[in-house]
């Protein structure tokens, strides 16, 4: 028998499209959050020397080491120009995802509201569910070819039993960058409403086009509502090494922080050392990233002219609209990787309005030579 706090939560459908796709090196990797580009210089390197340090080989400190915790304060100091105590107002976790957890066991109770975007990570949207809170979406819409977040719709979903905004920028999956005026909408609720802002910030800074960087806890009156989740799995490329960190005020980082300790005890240990040393590579690295990444997202938009693809303003991926042309998510999703051999994911359970019109192309693991016959594969699929 299944428990209620299970009920209604479905697979990701991402290894169902990765085992049906198996090891064919003709198929377009395109259903996961995976990439080829090497981790920043030195954490190769700091990571075997971790794997002989005996020190990183312990379950103390519970909340992360010292120096780690320093490095993630003065890396949001640059982002924010706030202060954060790293003994204090920094929690080390095992992956942002570990920390979304912790936070929001932290902040609601059962039958509590939060706040996210249509479509979103399916991982944020049902870790609400799973701490026994109720996700409520606010759509965003395509305007002039971007999407931008609904205000109108935004506001009429926070009600009194609303806990906190549960926002990643740039979005995912549609690759959504929230502008000015839709971060300020966002801190005058907050601030009003007196909730919290959960930030996940795992991609925050893989923008495209010269496009703002904006962090909410910059925002007047936001330093003390905003909690930053981050972590060195996207923009460092350190998936497997599997560090995130929650950082924002005193008082909400002390329950966080035991959230964690009863959740998985300590941060994984042999992968502090090297994200350490990632927090302190320079700009240029996350740059040539960053640049590599929007030439393969420009191949697929400019190979797929015509058709009802939305450029991604940030992030690793974006969506294609496939209910134009005449299929479902999954009837799409098994089709491209049948005959296209392109394996991408579904969005059915990544929203709620709309998001079964909807297939995800991930493209920060595939080359842009690879990516050169996209179109072709994609006509032959599904029209």
């Not at 479905?10 to 377009?28: C, K, M, Q, T, Y």
């Not at 109108?152 to 926002?167: H, M, S």
């Not at 697929?300 to 991604?312: D, K």
């Amino acid at each position: 028998m299944t428990v209620k706090r299970l009920c209604g939560i479905p697979g990701f459908s991402i290894d169902r499209v990765a085992s049906a796709a198996g090891n064919d090196p003709e198929i377009l990797r395109l259903e996961n959050l995976d990439t080829d580009i090497a981790p920043p210089h030195g954490v190769i390197e700091a990571s075997k020397y971790a794997i002989t340090n005996d020190d990183a080989n312990s379950y103390l400190p519970f909340t992360g080491n010292l120096t780690l915790c320093s490095a993630v304060a003065s890396h949001l100091y640059k982002q924010t120009n706030i202060v954060y105590d790293p003994l204090k107002e920094v929690v080390i976790t095992c992956g942002g995802t570990e920390g979304m957890f912790d936070t929001l066991l932290a902040i609601t109770d059962p039958e509590d509201e939060v706040i996210l975007t249509d479509p979103t990570y399916a991982g944020m949207i049902n870790r609400v569910r799973l701490a026994g809170a109720i996700p409520k979406l606010v759509p965003f819409q395509l305007v002039d070819g971007q999407w931008r977040l609904d205000l109108d719709i935004l506001q009429a979903r926070v009600t009194d039993r609303t806990r906190a905004l549960f926002i990643m920028n740039p979005s995912m999956p549609s690759g959504a960058l929230l502008n000015m005026q839709e971060w300020q909408q966002i801190a005058k609720i907050c601030i009003e409403r007196d909730i919290w802002l959960i930030y996940n910030a795992a991609m925050e800074r893989i923008i495209y086009d010269n496009r703002l960087y904006i962090h909410p806890a910059s925002l007047p009156g936001m330093a003390k509502r905003t909690i930053t989740v981050g972590s060195v799995s996207k923009e460092y490329r350190m998936i497997g090494w599997r560090v995130g960190w929650v950082a924002g005020p005193e008082e909400i980082i002390k329950d966080i922080s035991l959230v964690h300790i009863y959740n998985v005890v300590t941060p994984t240990g042999l992968s502090q050392t090297a994200a350490c040393c990632a927090l302190q590579s320079p700009d240029s690295d996350l740059l040539a990233a960053v640049n590599e990444w929007a030439r393969r997202r420009d191949e697929i938009v400019e190979q797929l002219a015509g058709l009802p693809v939305i450029s991604a303003a940030g992030g690793w991926s974006m969506l294609l609209n496939v209910k134009e042309l005449g299929y479902s998510s999954f009837e799409a999703s098994d089709l491209l990787l049948k005959h296209g051999k392109i394996a991408a994911t579904p969005m059915r359970d990544w929203g709620e309005k709309n998001s079964d019109q909807f297939i995800r192309l991930v493209f920060s693991n595939e080359s842009v030579k690879r990516l050169s016959d996209i179109r072709n594969r994609v006509l032959r699929s599904l029209t």
